[in-house]
């Protein structure tokens, strides 16, 4: 076989040891506290059928998917389809040659299970799922071509009372992982009374579009952007006073700034704003409200703000929208989203069926605890406690005595190996202690015929005789 | 959007709560093996490229590789390629749209990463890996094109003593999930040292594929191969010799019978076989004699064969190989398997590294543990413990102090919930309770304002009136 120098492909990575013990920190970390507020495991394949996931993230979400090549003789089946189709020359789709694709989310193929299995779902049925997603993205800082989401949704149920649990969930699971965060809320109903209220209802879309870019293009940019489309310049004014109600606490010429709105101003768009007339306006207004009077008798501490400008790109969401960011570091894209679409399960035959839910960015939110320096120092990364080293090479002596200290350690649970290979025997414990460092084994049980087993504390360099007795009383405790 | 009936791809599955939580309790007991036995975790990622998959795993292997699209435009990218080799025609070759492909193992992206990351790694490099695979296959009982495999490989050791380790991995993992098991071991330097002992050493593979159908076709197929292949009836003779030393224990008409040869035997094959001068044969004896000596100081509860006719058709094993089958339950396909292979990281260019490991095949393992009924009744499925009900539809009553009480319960980490729903208030626990049932929730808190609190037991249907700080001390011990 020819060698060749291997490489992975772009943006997929391998993780050794220390990330893998680091990622599923974080992991049991999210699924601990969706155990807490009653949700349930579910997992679906990697692979789905191009059908269910094609058309359900867009255009350009279309593009993104990774597709798998149909197996078997695919040049035979696209001669059998052109000559079927009289095509002379050789043509073939997509569709020809690849039925499946990767899964892009955790959402469209958990509304998938979700009708699938409609007859033995008790609704509202609380899933959370943690599985890794591809998408087919240019790779760079914090964007990767696989990664893994967290997700957690509600379906069957509109109550409000989700949403609140959501966010106690963000809030949980970042003030265990020590990372501050703000979450911002909005409303799709406050967009669409907005886009009412300008008499643009039917752009709805594509002022959705411009605004979720504010972060990026800045409030000049979205305004390019609507004139583009057409929105006249009394729309765009009305557009730029509901996004900064409070003129003071903005720059208007800092492109950068964003519309945070403190909770305080929610009644006063409610009450003064020029769309409050508007119903769905107002019903996004209420909606935000109940959630927030019903956070705030329970939990204070969490940061929230309502954020008009927040959009998210996702077609589908309807009601309350979240996103999570980090307040430390260098990252200022989110680490987490989600929001209420009240159809979703609709396109694959299910109508009337609400559901909620957010996500975790286990890789973001990786990059920002390595940044921050707050991956606890003590992560098991699943390493050996003892190091077996005998005072010559393994094969010149004899082997039962030391395999049975071996079992002895085993049989009570503590993890331990043998240094199996040749050892300098004037330097007997060099090349173990090298081993056991770059592993990170806190001990050597040094054995020597006729001699009586010595326990060295690897970090410590301390070094004590004692019987396998002893070695193990003070290993368990 | 156009509504479909939603199906997932043949050979692939959804995992409702109940069966993520009976796989994860199949991992998290091989993973605590792994670990005490001192193995350290990595994971590869799910694509990799096609060169490094292509011609792993011989042509039947190439082809059951699941290949994914390129993306972008790959029509000009064919257009372009014809017009450079001025093809009039519309040609293509699949590596024209197809780099990369799913991972088909856990041991060719293990040998990548040991050759990309041989500076970094110290050897003996003990890893572990517990990932999905997949492949083409057509499926059937107990085969699926997504798959799990868990990994445990040790490469940069020649001792033995991990062939020991990893028997005892087997044996440990099946005892702790109580299933019974037989363990074959041969070694692919005996089968070598017949080849040469046959005068057939250029036929080894021939040789090897054959045995390896011995399962499935009986001794009789075998022979009518071997015929085919070339091998005369005097060679053919000497095969069915060494497969059944011990004549009497074996019914030559029953093709279904398996050429166990007990360990009793390895001295007779080595002092009195007709290939017993064969350097490689003696190699081979030698090698698995040493490995069952030293078990046998150790652990005489393993259920370990001699199994002269074990091939296991990879062809990159060099030393011992194992296979793993349950003794009950109606799957007779092996259940775990692996062995010693010299030189797997020459194919990237990394020569002179020895590896062994062995291979756990999760979805088998759930299939017989199921079957057999062994999975544990307690396995928590992530559930809630409690669910808040009211005397009335949540939406009628102040929420306040039913949200406290669900903060008490959960800030001290009792997993539970609020019934969200509409409820009949004639009878108020009726949908709660159903929906709790569903779930496997054990308790229920019913809640009415001005009345004390009511812990009903789902199981039993006792309740009690008791205060919350009385509800979480009961329910935290």
């Known amino acids: 076989m020819a060698k060749e120098k291997p490489s992975i492909p772009k ?18 970390t999210i699924e601990k506290v969706f155990i807490k507020y009653g949700f349930m495991p579910i997992e679906t394949p990697t692979m789905e059928n191009l059908s269910t996931l094609t058309g359900k993230y867009g255009d350009e979400g279309d ?40 899964r892009y989310d955790l959402t469209v193929p958990f509304a998938r299970y979700v009708v699938m299995n409609r007859n033995e779902i008790t609704f509202p049925f609380k899933r959370y799922q943690m599985q890794p997603v591809w998408r087919a993205d240019r790779p760079q800082k914090g964007r990767y071509r696989e990664f893994w989401q967290c997700d957690a949704d509600v379906v069957g149920s509109d109550s409000l009372l989700h949403e609140l649990d959501l966010i106690n969930i963000y809030s949980e699971v970042f003030k265990c992982l020590g990372i501050e965060v703000e979450i911002k809320i909005n409303n799709r109903k406050i967009l669409a009374g907005i886009a009412e209220g300008l008499g643009a209802e039917n752009k709805l879309m594509d002022f ?26 009394n729309q765009i004014q009305m557009v730029r006073d509901i996004l900064f109600t409070e003129k003071n ?28 007339d508007n119903e769905k306006f107002k019903k996004g207004i209420d909606e935000i409200e109940t959630v927030l009077e019903n956070l705030n008798s329970t939990n204070k501490t969490v940061n929230i703000k309502l954020d008009i400008s927040l959009a998210r790109g996702l077609s589908y969401y309807t009601g309350c929208i979240f996103e999570v960011a980090a307040i430390e570091g260098s990252l200022r894209s989110s680490i987490g989203g989600g929001g209420r679409y009240d159809n979703l399960t609709g396109i694959f035959g299910l109508e009337g069926v609400s559901g909620v839910g957010i996500s975790f960015g286990l890789d973001r939110i990786y990059d920002v605890i390595e940044e921050l ?26 082997l039962a005595p030391v395999l049975q200290l071996l079992s002895k350690l085993r049989n009570e649970g503590i993890a331990s190996e043998i240094y199996t290979e040749k050892i300098n025997v004037k330097k007997p414990l060099e090349k173990p202690i090298k081993y056991a460092s770059s592993k990170k084994i806190a001990y050597a049980l040094i054995y020597s015929e006729n001699e009586p087993l010595k326990l060295k504390n690897l970090e410590t360099g301390f070094q004590v005789e004692l019987t396998i007795e002893a070695i193990v009383e003070k290993l368990i405790s």
């Open 11 to 28: 943006g997929t990575r391998d993780f050794g040891p220390e990330e893998v013990a680091k990622r599923k920190y974080i992991l049991n």
């Open 63 to 102: 593009k993104l998917l990774f597709k798998i090549l149909d197996n078997g003789d695919i040049f035979k089946e696209i001669k059998e389809k052109n000559a079927e189709q009289k095509i002379s020359n050789f043509e073939f789709r997509i569709s020809d040659i690849s039925g499946k694709g990767l």
């Open 208 to 233: 959705t579009v411009s605004l979720d870019k504010i972060d990026k293009i800045g409030i000049d940019g979205v305004e390019k952007e609507l004139r583009e489309k057409g929105f006249d310049e």
């Open 249 to 276: 606490s903005v720059n208007y010429s800092d492109n950068t700034i964003k519309s945070n709105l403190s909770l305080s101003h929610l009644s006063m768009l409610k009450n003064s704003s020029k769309f409050r």
């Open 373 to 398: 320096k707050l991956f606890p120092e003590t992560l098991s990364q699943g390493s050996s406690k003892v190091l077996i080293c005998a005072n010559d090479s393994i094969e010149n002596i004899e």
